[in-house]
């Protein structure tokens, strides 16, 4: 059964209505929609809320408002006094608690029947003030001065035309007023609960912002695709290298779902740099093995593919070196649902149970405000850690920065010298109080890397997922950004990957190819749009580039056209007049008979060791043997087949001939051993975007 979010019957179902065959009916569509579940959800916690509140104001002001009909009533479904009962509510939880309509310093609340106006210092806590004075027979007076308040104006309109609202308008009001009180409804829930709130420190602050964020608000930096370049004009390409893999599990959480990701979601470099490739270690001292191939092209056949693949020398876990850790934690409103905070703290819990006794973890929170939920501890106290964990509740508006100041001075107080310090951030990027500006947030994680403290970014949940801003901190803040779709990804990331995600054998690790014009007409860089630097950055010490962590590999390919080869996209790109003041690179190659080197690129690795700020230089030519894609390596077939499957997601220009059937074949030849079946994995989630 298809199921409509806007079908009345869902939300009967949602507040426990429905009865026998119905309901039965129901359970079944919900099970099968992931978004019919989130709908649930947020109902019934909207629903129990209402209960709660009124429940307490009838207690407190027993004649306060006798119009309203207790929740508590068990009517027929969408029986007018059950509307009436749930509109009142909705007009009494947003008045008191989802609508703070203020100036930058007070706050004015009323209550349903007419309240004589209250204002609050914004320091003064919610949870202790008594603000409802009813003054029989007067009207709130008009904010004329300020802007309408949506969640207000909905609430108001049910409870005055419930009577006569048809149940699928009276449902879709309902969502409508959900999706607009959004977190503000939790943290009102919440407030006055000790265990919401650090220490007492999340004041008015924490509830008094509505969540004006629409219901779906999720934000994707713009991806322009690298587009081909003549090795004449344009010989170097430069760029930073990446091991993010968080848009590959953000698409395939889209796919799992039913519905093709957005277009900017998809990154190809993190899709391809999700799996693991069979590269050898490094034998040579360096951190990381450097190696080169290149296969005919699956999707344009005339074209070359060259793969560039870094291996990481991997470290014993017994071997891994003491662990300074602070976990982050979003703990706000909007962090409510089960695959959000919830996920978070069981993800954690899988980390906690790799840490020993050289090991320190703090705990860290923050929502309106911030506070340490756990002091820096022994990891073998796990009881205690875990605990910590399991007593963190949701609720309040997001104060990113206040959080990251105090994760960040937290780490450096206990500063282990050559081990691992990282701040674990887990997040869903909605920052909505305090330091909001992406610039501002991006330059305060950029001082903060100076103190030697690295960043790991694990971002949730789904409809206001901030996901260009996660990705950019991380990248500033020296270390890696993963997406949780589920607690298996979190067990990857978290357990099988521990010394690749905290351990990093290398900073700011840039490639430089050169590429031989005399062998190549043009080129592509398949990704790394986010990661390109200027040719003038590679020896450029002060320019801030990737990491990479024990044990990861890193995976870069580059579509080529050879000399001759057709078609080559880049012949359509009209041409620059010839230079006046230096030779014309067409006519010096020209003049130079085109170098006889059989070479097809220079490929050149800049990196620091991780508490150094001295680059070391890394060198290796590269002749292409001609191999065609049929003979490649297993490997080669499957980053190929990840790397096409990116292109048909994003739609690309350049993505050829190929078809998702294709792509399926060449994940199947190229699967290998599989140990973990995240290959199986990629080749079920193509069958998937088939069926769509």
């Known amino acids: 059964m298809n199921i409509n979010l806007d079908d009345p019957k869902l939300t009967a179902y949602a507040l426990d209505e429905l009865r026998g065959a119905e309901k039965a009916e129901m359970e079944t569509a919900v099970a099968a929609s992931r978004e019919a579940q989130e709908f649930v959800t947020e109902l019934r916690l909207l629903s129990g809320n209402l209960r709660a509140e009124y429940a307490a104001e009838r207690e407190a002001h027993p004649i306060l408002h006798p119009n309203i009909v207790p929740l508590e009533q068990k009517d027929e479904p969408w029986s007018i006094s059950r509307r009436l009962a749930l509109a009142a509510g909705i007009v009494l939880c947003a008045c008191l608690g989802a609508v703070a309509i203020g100036t930058t310093q007070r706050v004015r609340l009323y209550s349903v029947a007419g309240t004589q106006r209250v204002d609050l210092p914004r320091e003064q806590n919610l949870a202790s003030s008594d603000f409802r004075t009813p003054v029989e027979g007067i009207e709130p007076p008009a904010e004329k001065d300020e802007a309408p308040n949506p969640t207000l104006k909905i609430a108001r309109d049910l409870a005055a035309t419930a009577p006569a609202r048809p149940p699928a308008e009276t449902g879709k009001k309902v969502q409508e007023f959900a999706a607009l009180a959004g977190s503000n409804l939790k ?114 056949p005339t074209h070359r593919i060259v793969r560039i693949g870094l291996k990481g020398r991997e470290i014993p876990n017994e071997k891994r070196p003491a662990s300074n850790l602070v976990f982050l934690l979003d703990v706000s409103g909007s962090m409510l649902p089960e695959n959000r905070l919830p996920l978070v703290k069981r993800a954690m819990g899988l980390l906690v149970g790799k840490l020993g006794g050289n090991d320190r973890v703090a705990i860290v929170i923050y929502a309106g405000g911030s506070g340490l939920a756990l002091p820096s501890t022994s990891g073998d106290q796990k009881e205690q850690i875990l605990s910590a964990l399991q007593n963190l509740q949701a609720g309040g508006s997001t104060n990113g ?68 801003m996660m990705q950019k901190l991380a990248d500033k803040g020296n270390g890696n950004y993963a997406y949780l779709d589920s607690l298996g990804e979190a067990e990857k990331v978290l357990v099988r990957q521990i010394n690749g995600t905290l351990v990093t054998i290398a900073k700011d690790v840039k490639i430089q190819v050169e590429f031989n014009p005399a062998r190549v007409a043009s080129y592509r860089l398949i990704g790394y749009e986010k990661r390109l630097l200027r040719k003038e950055d590679f020896n450029n010490d002060k320019i801030d580039a990737g990491e990479i962590g024990a044990g990861h590999t890193v995976t870069a390919l580059y579509e080529v056209v050879p000399n001759g080869a057709e078609p ?52 290796r030519p590269f002749v292409d043997r001609g191999t065609p894609f049929a003979n490649s390596a297993p490997d080669f077939k499957f980053a190929a087949a990840v790397a096409e499957f990116g292109m048909i997601l994003r739609d690309s220009q350049f993505k050829g001939k190929a078809s998702l059937g294709a792509v399926a074949e060449w994940a199947e030849e190229g699967k290998g051993a599989d140990p973990n079946g995240y290959r199986a994995g990629f080749i079920e989630l193509v069958r998937k975007a088939e069926a769509l």
């Open 187 to 300: 943290a009102f829930a919440s407030r006055g609960r000790p265990e919401a709130a650090p220490a007492g420190e999340l004041a008015l602050e924490s509830f008094s912002r509505p969540n004006s964020s629409p219901f779906n608000t999720a934000r994707y930096g713009r991806v322009e695709e690298n587009p081909f370049l003549a090795a004449l004009d344009h010989p170097l390409s430069t760029f930073s290298i990446d091991v993010d893999t968080a848009s590959y599990s953000n698409i395939r959480r889209f796919l799992e779902g039913g519905s093709r990701p957005p277009k900017d979601a998809v990154r190809v470099e993190e899709m391809i740099n999700y799996f693991n490739y069979d590269y050898p270690q490094p034998n040579d001292g360096a951190p990381f093995s450097v190696n080169l191939d290149a296969a005919s092209c699956p999707w344009a």
């Open 401 to 468: 920065a206040q959080g990251i100041e105090l994760a960040y001075r937290t780490a450096t107080e206990h500063f282990i010298k050559g081990g691992v310090n990282r701040v674990i951030l887990a997040t869903d990027g909605d920052f909505n109080v305090g330091t909001t500006s992406e610039g501002d947030l991006i330059r305060l994680i950029e001082e903060k890397a100076k103190s030697g403290v690295f960043l790991s970014v694990l971002g949730v949940g789904e409809n206001n997922l901030n996901d260009s």
């Open 568 to 619: 080559n996209p880049a012949a359509s790109v009209p041409p620059v007049d010839p230079l006046k003041y230096q030779p014309n690179p067409r006519a010096f190659a020209s003049s130079s008979g085109k170098t006889a080197s059989p070479e097809l690129l220079t490929i050149k690795l800049r990196y620091k060791e991780p508490e150094g700020e001295t680059s070391k230089l890394i060198e």
